[in-house]
């Protein structure tokens, strides 16, 4: 009962996003658990200490909770469990920038989905494979399974799932200039979004409708997507929209003008996880050279 109400605390805690109060909650859990030995509370109190390093951005921390998590459910042979952590270390290794390892876990997550005949998962995770092939540029791989995750979550009508893997797919043919396919897909998450409760104001949708509706116009591009960092205060949401700004220019040197707001961004690396995006900002900026943290 003891144990119980203290991991209800610690989930209380992090529903309100009081993430050290949750922490400390669940470290208590840990270690009664690991006192008497519950193997059961260990792998559950385990796993949540895992994914609030993981929100903090704390990767190392969040691995090695997760690793722990993932060889107490081997020891009680809960399979589900097993599947949830395969899926949250190919999240944490691809957060990384390990991506052989992030596809292994990623992998072996779907293999235990369709054992479970959990397509949601199958579904989800396909949705993630397709992301890290992405971050490696291996575009035909990552368009493979981006189409295999929509159609798994469509069929399946899980729909929040379904729209977050539709804006994706956009994102990877906007890359590859596929404008109009992307209109397609933007078209069916609309659809989506008049009977659904899914958040329309979500910030990576609001920049993909913004580079779709201005592709053909740079300059005004670049002043919505300014707009938009009066409105969010994430460094997280001022990275994407500079990456953003800086990947579709017409001309070089065209967005410079953003260098010194952009250096003001505090420990990006820290911040965001798709690290190929990182590089690929800070080269424009900076040719040859590193483009100073505050």
């Not at 609001?206 to 740079?218: A, E, F, H, Q, T």
């Not at 001309?251 to 420990?267: E, N, Q, R």
Request: no cysteine.
């Amino acid at each position: 009962a003891e144990m119980g109400a203290i991991i209800d605390l610690g989930n209380i805690h992090l529903n309100l996003n009081q993430l050290d109060k949750a922490m400390s909650k669940y470290k208590v859990g840990l270690e009664i658990a690991n006192q008497i030995g519950d193997l059961s509370s260990m792998a559950l109190v385990s796993g949540n200490i895992g994914a609030v390093y993981f929100i903090k951005n704390e990767i190392d921390k969040a691995l090695e909770y997760s690793l722990l998590n993932l060889k107490i459910a081997k020891e009680l042979g809960n399979k589900r469990q097993i599947a949830k952590m395969t899926g949250n270390l190919g999240s944490i290794y691809a957060s990384r920038g390990n991506f052989q390892k992030a596809k292994e876990y990623y992998f072996e997550r779907i293999r235990y989905a369709k054992e479970q005949e959990d397509s949601e998962g199958e579904g989800i995770t396909l949705g993630n494979l397709a992301e890290v092939f992405n971050l490696e540029e291996s575009h035909e791989l990552s368009e493979k399974y981006f189409m295999q995750s929509i159609e798994i979550l469509r069929n399946i009508n899980s729909n929040y799932h379904l729209i977050m893997s539709l804006f994706r797919f956009g994102e990877l043919l906007f890359e590859l200039g596929r404008i109009e396919e992307i209109k397609k897909l933007l078209s069916e998450a609309d659809a989506i979004l008049a009977v659904s409760k899914t958040n329309k104001d979500d910030f990576t949708w609001i920049v993909l409708r913004l580079n779709v509706k201005y592709y053909d116009s740079p300059e005004k591009l670049e002043s919505e997507l300014l707009k938009l960092l009066n409105q969010y205060n994430s460094p997280v949401d001022h990275f994407l929209i500079y990456y953003h700004i800086i990947l579709y220019a017409n001309k070089p040197g065209y967005f410079s003008k953003l260098k010194d707001a952009y250096i003001k961004i505090p420990d990006k690396s820290k911040s965001i996880n798709e690290i190929k995006k990182l590089k690929k900002v800070e080269e424009y900026l900076n040719p040859g050279g590193e483009v100073t943290h505050e």
